[in-house]
């Protein structure tokens, strides 16, 4: 049988990771690892928190943003798929046992997702539109990204690819996709995996840093998939042109004059990145 390791990613939200934990002790099968990589900036509530659950591994992240957070937990895990979701996530009773399933006729190269609940809807897996926001419906195509929070991948993935650690939040995911895709990956989509995704509320200022950091991370991202991943150097000269006119009118529409400045730094920074990436993706 396939082994699987949970990885958790958390942050100073001992509740939210105890709410996760509980989730999964109470489910009908236990992944063969759960691993917790804690990057608060005082771990002892957190540890307190992973001491409670037997099944759990704990280990201190190395503080350097959620991507690297997320690679680190990986490295931890030596079985032969990982499954990752975050301490605002909830695992579904049946989760690990039908996933279990699925592994058995799994054939090689595929990437899983399920869908997740949340904010009063249920979220599925989607492909990405043109401007590099997530939401265009896959049908009859090929899916391109997974959700996170409901998910599984072979560990041997992540052999040769990781999460970009230059992005600080928000779009790791799809990244990371389109590099397995461009590598012979395909991902496949079962719905019948369905866990929950219940964040805690945030106060204005939150929202405001999350708003900067994921378009941010969303010009870095479409910029490396179209010049990297995919190869399609106009794609990269409309994006160019185009997010950055569309991000200003948004910012215009709802009086967000500071982020008028932002976004043109934005989409300077995200295209030396992409270039600068795939350069040393060739010497490699």
């Known amino acids: 049988m396939q082994s699987i390791a949970l990885c958790i990613c958390s942050a100073n939200r001992p509740a939210v990771l105890d709410r996760c934990l509980v989730s999964l002790a109470e489910g009908t099968s236990l992944p063969d690892v759960v691993i917790v990589s804690d990057d608060s900036r005082e771990s002892s509530e957190i540890e307190a928190i992973c001491s409670k ?5 704990y280990f201190k992240g190395p503080q350097r943003g959620l991507c690297a ?9 030596k079985t032969d798929f990982v499954s990752l979701i975050d301490d605002d996530g909830i695992v579904d009773r049946e989760f690990i046992a039908t996933l279990r399933g699925i592994l058995l006729t799994l054939p090689e190269k595929t990437l899983i997702s399920g869908d997740v ?3 009063g809807g249920r979220t599925v897996p989607s492909n990405p539109k043109f401007l590099g926001y997530f939401g265009k419906a896959f049908g009859a195509g090929a899916l391109q990204n997974i959700n996170l929070n409901c998910n599984c991948l ?3 993935a992540f052999r040769s690819a990781r999460f970009d650690e230059a992005l600080f939040y928000g779009y790791e995911d799809m990244d990371l996709c389109s590099s397995l895709l461009s590598q012979g990956y395909h991902i496949v989509h079962h719905p019948e995996l369905l866990n929950r995704h219940e964040p805690p509320p945030r106060v204005g200022a939150d929202n405001s840093r999350r708003y900067r950091w994921t378009q941010q991370a969303r010009f870095q991202t479409s910029m490396k998939r179209y010049l990297v991943w995919e190869k399609k150097p106009l794609h990269a000269v409309g994006f160019f042109v185009l997010a950055p006119v569309h991000r200003i009118l948004h910012a215009l529409r709802i009086g967000l004059f500071s982020d008028i400045p932002l976004t043109v730094t934005d989409i300077v920074l995200a295209t030396k990145q992409a270039l600068a990436y795939g350069r040393n993706k060739e010497t490699i």
């Open 154 to 156: 072979p560990a041997g």
């Open 53 to 57: 659950f037997p099944f759990v591994q």
């Open 117 to 119: 609940l949340e904010y």
């Open 69 to 77: 957070n997320r690679n680190a937990a990986i490295a931890h895990a």
